[in-house]
């Protein structure tokens, strides 16, 4: 087992006063999953949809807020590089915030085109080596320590180094456009720095019972993307699929859950809080998530999630919140942090949401380079560390063009 950037071992936990992560399949020990009651009660699974979602809101995230007043996009291309820079501009009554995305779009098309909208750490200025994309000095990231960023804000060092993540001439080949924006700069990853810019001041948020998470506000970030899809001629609407690694695979899946609109959703990583069930105790639990990132969820996060076999939903209900659209969770085999195992049976448990029969066992499954297909619900385990990889993106891409 390889260390994940983002991990901490028992050294570290213990100075946190959290629980050292298990990392023993063996001490797992067994998991009783509160079951999916799948076309069950008043309503059938639209209703159990928008009950999952209630407590999932309560418990782990805090409600996703509503849609801005007003939202308006600015196009202007960026000198020499073959994408677009997207200005959108958000209103909540006398409150506005502009916040950068950019657009690839394949050559050569011929109508509106599929597109993955994605949210990344290092936005569009990551994936291109150009000066042409500005840095947003508001931004505050994290998970990208080895870049020698200072205290997570954005600098020109960062400038292609996450190209690999986001493939664009592979992407753009498959005939699928990409419209990508930097989670930092919608709602900074600091427990400080997310009082003071981004959605929160936007939509006037307080410190509330109910507030939103970070999480939270991430996915309403994931929704404006689909705003501005909506916005864009070149593009089909519907058939916008979201995509995120790691905490920004919680988020995308979190949006999907949330939001009617997305036709398909990657989920890169996600681990707990993400697909990965909270009942299993390997790799990150929702304390060790809870304890290190206290912005990230509900305020009372803390609390659940030093119990979580009392919660009345697992992760494979957050999953069936998406169905009957289509889901592609992506796990790699030495990313035990955010244990692959956990993730498969998240996604394996939420199958009869879309009345798919079982599928295969995980000790089946659990081999590097393994894939599970069943239409509107994909897998794959790729050898390796917690990434996002090429790799990962040949075997998404077809899926993605599904109808």
């Known amino acids: 087992m390889s260390f994940p950037p983002g991990g901490i ?7 946190l006063g959290l629980p050292p992560p298990n990392v023993d399949e063996a001490a797992v020990g067994p998991v009783v999953l509160p079951p999916l009651d799948v076309g069950r009660g008043p309503g059938g699974l639209r209703a159990a949809q ?35 820079r997207i200005a959108i501009t958000l209103a909540c009554g006398p ?33 291109v080596p150009g000066d042409g994309f500005p840095l947003d000095p508001a931004a505050v990231v994290g998970g990208v320590a080895t870049h020698g960023l200072v205290a997570g804000r954005l600098a020109e060092q960062i400038r292609g180094v996450h190209a690999y993540r986001w493939p664009v001439d592979l ?25 003071i ?21 991430w996915a309403w970030a994931a929704s404006r993307l689909v705003d501005v899809a909506e916005r864009l001629p070149e593009v089909d609407a519907a058939r916008v699929t979201l995509a995120g690694h790691s905490r920004l695979a919680k988020a995308v899946l979190w949006a999907t859950a949330s939001d ?12 707990a809080g993400g697909p990965s069930l909270s009942r299993r105790n390997l790799g990150e639990t929702l304390v060790h998530m809870a304890g290190r990132f206290p912005h990230w ?11 979580p076999e009392d919660l009345p ?17 992506a796990s790699a085999s030495e990313n035990w942090w955010a244990d692959p195992r956990g993730e498969y049976e998240g996604l394996r448990a939420a199958a009869p949401a879309w009345g798919i029969g079982d599928l295969p066992p995980a000790r089946v499954v659990m081999v590097p380079g393994a894939a599970v297909d069943a239409g509107a619900l994909a897998w794959h385990l790729r050898p390796g560390v917690h990434e996002m990889m090429p790799w990962d993106w040949r075997r998404w891409l077809p899926f993605v063009l599904r109808a």
Not at 297 to 303: C, E, I, M
């Open 313 to 329: 939903v697992d992760q494979h209900h957050l999953v069936a919140c998406a169905a009957p659209r289509r889901v592609y969770v």
């Open 171 to 195: 992407i753009l080949r498959s005939g699928v456009g990409l419209l990508l924006t930097g989670y930092g700069s919608w709602c900074p990853d600091h427990p400080d720095a997310w009082f």
């Open 297 to 307: 969820g509900a305020r009372d996060l803390r609390t659940t999630a030093a119990r």
């Open 95 to 127: 409150r506005t915030f502009t916040v950068d995305a950019g657009l690839w779009l394949p050559p050569g098309r011929t109508g509106p085109v599929p597109v993955v909208a994605g949210l990344s750490f290092l936005g569009p200025a990551g994936i």
């Open 197 to 217: 810019h981004g959605v929160r001041p936007l939509m006037g948020l307080t410190d509330g019972p109910r507030r939103p998470g970070a999480i939270s506000l």
């Open 50 to 84: 928008g009950r999952w979602r209630d407590l999932f809101a309560d418990a782990l995230y805090g409600p996703v807020p509503p849609p801005p007043d007003r939202l308006s996009i600015t196009r202007a291309p960026v000198e020499g590089e073959g994408f677009e």
């Open 260 to 271: 009617p609109r997305p036709a398909a959703v990657l989920v890169n990583n996600g681990g």
């Open 9 to 15: 071992g028992a050294e570290e936990a213990w100075a």
